[in-house]
Every structure is written in structure tokens, then in C-alpha cells.
């Protein structure tokens, strides 16, 4: 079996970016990675410094050629299934079959999104948005629609006319505050609560909503939540605490992304309520610090984190 100082599961922003400082570092690592970032919906990623407008593979593609430079670094395009710890380390089995062993683990593995209507899953990340910040700038001044799917939502109708004219959709299961409707009226975004069923459009596209009670009130552009779940069981498997969010449960790290479980760390999407490509990278940056200073600590005092 292979014995890397550093597993990472997950290549995109924060596996990457973890990654990185490892193979600076002159650690021997491996990146594991299955390649359904959570953005490949979108033609572009907007937002993450000198990468604006650029395609979510470009950008990954970028990022592993890059990493392929330093010596010390393997890549496995493979689905990590099973882990388990001991005092050895991490034990990791992968889909191509290869077992692989690490004295620390980093996992970086995103989430995957439950979209509230069937209807949004054809157009996800082309008119149905998650994150005005991402995609609001592309959809401007279009006639904009707040799906709720989870407590807080009407704070994003709140911050929506920014792009454009906005209604909130409440589903009738989340009623805004008194405080929230305030804000939202001075705002100028009006409030409808017989929930939406479907959306209506041509392929991406939406024209329409419709309503439970057969109404169609005009809209362009979505913007929901979706519920999400860390994508692999990873962290269930050793027993890691989690944290639960407004949109789903994801794991519980410390300032230095230290899971609850030593010598496993956790970074990105997976261990984070905000979602956003430069917030991966940059938790991943502290995880990839992080696993190398317990390396060196181990190596300095002898001992060690037991998994
Ligand atoms: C439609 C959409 C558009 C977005 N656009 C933007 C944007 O423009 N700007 C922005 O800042 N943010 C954007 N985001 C948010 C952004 O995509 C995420 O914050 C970011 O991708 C999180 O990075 P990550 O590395 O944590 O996880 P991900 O990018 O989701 O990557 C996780 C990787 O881990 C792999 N993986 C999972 N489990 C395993 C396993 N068991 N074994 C091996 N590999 C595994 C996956 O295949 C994947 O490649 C968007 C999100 C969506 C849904």
C-alpha cells in the first residue's frame, strides 16, 4: 500500500488550494478526485481574483497543471468509497480498486445540491441561481424571482434589487419577519405566498412561474438555496462532528480546519454555511498550513495525533 505524508479527497478550489501549500512544502501527497465540482453547471465562474468570467474546467485545469510541477505530488482521477484510522494513520480505499495510506487527511469534498422543484434542475446554474455575488451581474435588471427553500431567504430579496426589479416568494412556510418585511417593502420587493409549482419556459430559459392556485406571475431569473449534504461519507466513516447549517449539516472545523477527529482536516463547500469559490480556496490554504504544521510538530516531538 502507498503511504503519502497527506491524502487530500477533492481537487477543485479548496482540494487544490490545500494541495498547493503541501506540495510546497516538499510533501508527499495525493489528490483524489471523482471531478464533479459543484459550479460545472455554470458556463463560467464569476468573482475568484484573476479568473473572472473564466470556465469552471479552465480554471481546474489551470489549477492541476500548475500542481503537476512539483514532484511530490500524484493525482488519481477516482472516487474515494471507504477510511478508516488508527494509530498508523488513515487507510483509504478508491474506486479504481488502489488502497493508500496517509498520516493525515484532508477533505475538501463540496456538497451536492437538492433543488425544491423539478422544474429548476434543467436550468440550474443558467436562470435558477444560488448567489447573486456568482451570476447576479450576468442576469441585470431581468425581472428577478426569490424562491424560499430556507429560513434567511428573504434576506437575499433584500439585497437582490441591487440587479434587478424582485419579488420574494415565500412558499407560505417562510413568512418574513416583521423586521425582514420592512426591509423588504422599502426595497420595493413585493411579497407573494401561494407557493410556486413549476417554472415555465423554454429550455433554460423561464418566462413564467406558476402558481398552486393556476396563476402565472411573469419572471426571468431564480434565485433559491437548495438543501444541501456533504458529497461522500467520508467524514461519517471516522466519526467527524458536524455542524448544522441553514441549507444542510457540514462538518465542524476549528480556526484551523481541524475536524473533530486529529489529523483529519476539512475544507470548502463541505465544512462551510458560505458558499463561495475564493472562501474554498482560501479555507483550503489553512488546511494544506495546518496538516503540514501537525506533520512537523509530529516529526519534531514524537508524537502523535492519533486519527
Ligand atoms: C451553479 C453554481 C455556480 C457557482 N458559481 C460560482 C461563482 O461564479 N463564483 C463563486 O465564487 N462560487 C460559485 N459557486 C460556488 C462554488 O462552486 C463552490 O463554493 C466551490 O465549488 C466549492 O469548492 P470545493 O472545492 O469546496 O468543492 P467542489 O468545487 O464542489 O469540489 C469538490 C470535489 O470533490 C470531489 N469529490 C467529492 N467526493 C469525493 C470522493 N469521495 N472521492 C474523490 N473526489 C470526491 C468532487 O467530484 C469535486 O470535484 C457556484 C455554485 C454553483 C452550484
Known amino acids: 500500500m502507498d503511504r503519502y505524508d497527506v491524502v487530500v479527497v477533492g481537487g477543485s478550489f479548496a482540494g487544490l488550494s490545500a494541495a498547493m501549500q503541501l506540495a510546497r ?13 459543484r459550479n460545472r453547471f455554470a458556463k463560467t465562474s464569476h468573482g475568484f481574483l484573476g ?58 469534498t463540496g456538497v451536492v445540491d437538492e433543488l425544491p422543484l423539478e422544474t429548476m434542475m434543467p436550468r440550474w446554474g443558467v436562470s435558477v441561481l444560488h448567489c447573486p455575488y456568482c451570476h447576479g451581474y450576468e442576469v441585470r435588471d431581468r425581472r428577478m424571482a426569490v424562491i424560499a427553500n430556507a429560513p434567511g431567504t428573504a434576506h437575499q430579496a433584500v439585497i437582490l434589487p441591487d440587479w434587478g426589479p424582485t419579488t420574494y416568494f415565500s412558499q407560505g ?21 401561494t407557493p410556486v409549482v413549476e417554472l415555465l419556459g423554454e429550455g433554460t430559459a423561464i418566462r413564467a412561474l406558476r402558481l398552486a392556485d393556476g396563476r402565472e406571475v411573469p419572471a426571468e431569473v431564480v434565485f433559491t438555496a437548495p438543501k444541501t449534504r456533504v458529497s461522500s461519507s467520508l467524514a461519517e466513516q471516522l466519526g467527524c462532528a458536524f455542524t448544522e447549517g441553514p441549507t444542510g449539516s457540514y462538518i465542524q472545523v476549528d480556526q484551523l480546519q481541524q475536524t473533530s477527529v486529529a489529523g483529519v482536516f ?21 488546511a494544506g498550513v495546518a496538516a503540514h504544521r501537525a506533520l512537523v510538530m509530529e516529526e519534531a516531538t514524537g508524537s502523535r495525533d492519533r486519527p
Open 25 to 37: 512544502a516538499r510533501r508527499r501527497l495525493l489528490l483524489v478526485d471523482a471531478g464533479s465540482p
Open 51 to 108: 479568473q473572472d468570467g473564466v470556465q469552471p474546467a479552465e480554471i481546474m485545469r489551470q489549477g492541476l497543471t500548475q500542481l503537476s510541477r512539483y514532484p511530490s505530488v500524484d493525482f488519481v482521477h477516482a472516487h474515494a468509497s471507504d477510511v478508516s484510522g488508527d494509530d498508523a494513520g488513515i487507510a483509504l480505499r478508491l474506486s479504481d480498486g488502489a488502497e493508500v495510506g496517509a498520516r493525515k487527511l484532508i477533505l475538501a
Open 173 to 193: 412556510m417562510f413568512e418574513p419577519s416583521k423586521e425582514e418585511a420592512a426591509l423588504l417593502t422599502t426595497r420595493g420587493v413585493e411579497i407573494e405566498r
Open 266 to 286: 476539512a475544507a470548502g463547500d463541505a465544512a462551510s454555511a458560505m458558499y463561495n469559490a475564493t472562501l474554498a480556496s482560501a479555507a483550503g490554504v489553512m
